[in-house]
């Protein structure tokens, strides 16, 4: 864990794995709703990182975050989301083939996953998820699509997420859901939000 100093209000903690950040995130979100965090304002994760904003003394926290012993996170943590899928995406076939089973065995694979939201990006709503072992991990598409569906499940590295609206795209679509991923008038507007659950379950096309 290496805690860096970014300006006058803000820390950068490096991590080494995305297990390590959700931990992280985790232990800062206690430690913030006990308040022992001080000012902070946002605690916000990425692939390998967490960062801390609105920090009164950046230095300061960075010392004592160094000399933590983060508990490794609880499996059934955080809340539960299902979304319902239908498997009908154009690249089923071809992730089929990668991970070396029948296409009707990919929606066993991904159902039978724990997934949770690790961190968010790219567009509104949109979460990266965790969970899938690492002989599940697939390659990007050679060629990027310019218009991805809005709602289609999708798979990249060690990444599975949702589209919550049309966008251009490289990863492997496996199927679709009718789940509104980000709408501005819901409260939260987000489906996913860092250390949320997932479950991906089946339905007919």
């Not at 809005?150 to 859901?177: D, F, M």
Request: aromatic share 8%.
């Amino acid at each position: 864990m290496r805690p860096l100093v970014v300006g006058g209000e803000a820390l950068l903690i490096e991590l080494d794995s995305a297990e390590e950040v959700a931990a992280l995130h985790a232990e800062l979100l206690r430690r913030r709703e006990a308040g022992e965090l001080g000012g902070v304002r946002d605690v916000v994760p990425a692939a390998r990182t967490v960062l801390l904003d609105g920090v009164p003394e950046p230095g300061a926290l960075a010392e004592l975050i160094a000399r933590w012993r983060v508990p490794p996170l609880v499996e059934t943590e955080g809340p539960l989301v299902t979304v319902r899928v239908r498997y009908d995406g154009p690249d089923l076939a071809d992730v089929a083939r990668l991970w070396g089973v029948a296409e009707r065995e990919v929606a066993g694979i991904v159902a039978g996953t724990d997934f949770r939201v690790a961190f968010c990006g790219f567009a509104p709503g949109f979460g990266y998820l965790t969970g899938l072992p690492e002989r599940f991990h697939l390659p990007r598409r050679d060629t990027p699509r310019t218009a991805v569906p809005a709602g289609s499940l999708a798979l990249a590295g060690e990444y599975a997420g949702v589209y919550p609206r049309s966008s251009p795209g490289g990863w492997q679509l496996i199927g679709s859901t009718d789940a509104v991923l980000w709408d501005p008038e819901r409260d939260p507007a987000a489906l996913f939000a860092p250390g949320v659950r997932v479950r991906f379950e089946e339905v007919a096309r």
